[in-house]
């Protein structure tokens, strides 16, 4: 089960414990005569199964409804207990399981995804739209990064494959199909699926390119069928980029700051520290 189904579930035990407590307190008020902080202490105790007895229900209709207590909320409080307990794991297991992917993806920029997003970025005509939005500075915010996602899901990302170097673009990922190949074998890639399509977008493009005798001269129709792959290639990288950003900003701030000094969007980028 999903998360969100688990929290939805959690949700739903929450809803109905505070309707039987509500609908315990209202009915001892009602049938025992009880003050509104002897009922809602009395239901409590009856639905915790805590039952101290310095409290008990005197009419017939108090012991019955003491009953419907049991019956009803004792299930219910447990419902919220295992529930609780299973929404805390799989919290814990996911962000387990982020961190792994983030390392991953860490991986991946570091040895191939970087060059490929500058690559690209040279290739883009319109990226100057964009220049004022990547310069992430060691103060950059949450607000930041979410209206930096905003501004790349709408950005086209288009790729020119008439300008680029078909045939060091076919020979780099040539040296890197490997690592391509592990990334994907992992479980934690294919658990991510934003991740799993930009690493399969990628290997894509490797077989496109490597599927032709020669890169050189190409139809004017071919390179259009090319560009295409490569700016799906270059929008997945993109915003998977910004996601892997904020991560190491959160919680790796050191990685952070080399990330944003060769950030490969920026022309002028440099690693070196002025």
Excluded at 109 to 130: H, P, T
Excluded at 215 to 227: A, E, M, S, V
């Amino acid at each position: 089960m999903t998360l969100d189904k688990q929290k939805s579930r959690l949700r739903f035990y929450l809803i109905l414990l505070a309707v039987i407590l509500c609908l315990g307190t209202f009915g001892f008020i009602l049938v025992e005569g009880r003050s509104l902080t002897d009922a809602l202490y009395f239901t409590v105790v009856t639905i915790a199964t805590v039952g101290y007895g310095d409290i008990a229900p005197a009419t017939a209709s108090g012991k019955a409804l003491a009953m419907l207590l049991i019956v009803l909320g004792v299930g219910t409080f447990l419902g919220v207990v295992a529930n609780s307990t299973e929404v805390f794991l799989s919290r814990r297991e996911e962000k387990s399981r982020r961190q792994k992917m983030h390392m991953l993806m860490g991986l991946f920029y570091s040895e191939i995804g970087n060059e490929l997003l500058r690559v690209f970025a040279r290739s883009d005509q319109q990226i100057q739209q964009l220049s004022d939005v990547f310069m992430a500075g060691d103060d950059w915010s949450e607000r930041e990064f979410r209206d930096l996602e905003q501004r790349f899901r709408v950005y086209p990302f288009k790729v020119d494959g008439e300008r680029l170097d078909l045939v060091g673009l076919n020979a780099y990922l040539g040296q890197h199909g490997e690592i391509l190949i592990r990334l994907l074998e992992n479980p934690y890639s294919l658990e991510h699926e934003s991740a799993t399509d930009m690493l399969l977008a990628v290997l894509h493009l490797k077989e496109e390119l490597q599927q032709r005798n020669s890169l050189i001269g190409l139809p004017i129709t071919d390179l259009q069928h090319l560009g295409g792959d490569m700016s799906r290639v270059y929008g997945l990288m993109a915003r998977q980029w910004v996601d892997y950003l904020r991560h190491l900003k959160e919680h790796y701030p050191f990685l952070f700051s080399l990330a944003r000094r060769t950030n490969p969007f920026d022309r002028n980028a440099s690693p070196t520290v002025y």
